[in-house]
T-cell receptor, first 114, second 113 residues
Framework: AQKITQTQPGMFVQEKEAVTLDCTYD???????LFWYKQPSSGEMIFLIY??????QNATEGRYSLNFQKARKSANLVISASQLGDSAMYFCAMRGYNFNKFYFGSGTKLNVKP | DTEVTQTPKHLVMGMTNKKSLKCEQHMGHRAMYWYKQKAKKPPELMFVYSYEKLSINESVPSRFSPECPNSSLLNLHLHALQPEDSALYLC????????????FGQGTRLTVV
């Protein structure tokens, strides 16, 4: 069975500072993909970044980077230079052997303070 | 075009009404999804269509009826809903590849009165 765990229900960060959102996962699939999504209050799920289980390097997309530690089964999202518009829910997700299923964590509500 | 378009954005319906939610994508994706999301919770998978065939039904009550008329369209027919069915309904699409992301629509905020 697949499981995604996000242990931080809510977090605060000062504008322009970096923040790390935690995600751990459990799977027996040899190959899988890890994803982070942002959901503002408007409701749309916005794809941020992807990491493949066989990728040697950590993924980066602009201000977003993924700290992937395969042995620890963690895939933490790092947001550098936080902006007020980063305030939103953030979901970690995984796609494995049954690749038509995306498994979501419970989410982290990030608040960026001016 | 990397958009998934959902209509309507908001819907209020009575428990005896019949309504439909619509979803459209033109990215050539062959997998399409319906998710239900309650406030402050993660999305819950309801249905998956793969190549226009229903491949996953997560034990959803029959008052929700999905339909995939063609590879670009996905509908969710609603009938005799309960107030607890009020939620954000999200449509998504993706390629059939575990290493690609799903694209989500903006959702339909459904209120059952």
């Amino acid at each position: 069975a697949q499981k995604i765990t996000q242990t931080q229900p809510g977090m605060f960060v000062q504008e322009k500072e970096a923040v790390t959102l935690d995600c751990t996962y459990d799977t027996s699939d040899p190959s899988y993909g890890l994803f982070w999504y942002k959901q503002p209050s408007s409701g749309e799920m916005i794809f941020l970044i992807y990491q493949g289980s066989y990728d040697q390097q950590n993924a980066t997309e602009g201000r977003y980077s993924l700290n992937f530690q395969k042995a620890r089964k963690s895939a933490n999202l790092v947001i550098s230079a936080s902006q007020l518009g980063d305030s939103a829910m953030y979901f970690c997700a995984m796609r494995g052997y049954n690749f038509n299923k995306f498994y979501f964590g419970s989410g982290t509500k990030l608040n960026v303070k001016p | 075009d990397t958009e998934v378009t959902q209509t309507p954005k908001h819907l209020v319906m009575g428990m005896t009404n019949k309504k439909s939610l619509k979803c459209e994508q033109h990215m050539g994706h062959r997998a399409m999804y319906w998710y239900k999301q309650k406030a402050k919770k993660p999305p819950e998978l309801m249905f998956v269509y793969s190549y226009e065939k229903l491949s996953i039904n997560e034990s959803v009550p029959s008052r929700f009826s999905p339909e995939c008329p063609n590879s670009s369209l996905l509908n969710l027919h609603l009938h005799a809903l309960q107030p607890e069915d009020s939620a954000l309904y999200l449509c998504a699409s993706s390629q059939d590849d575990r290493n690609t992301e799903a694209f989500f629509g903006q959702g339909t905020r459904l209120t059952v009165v």
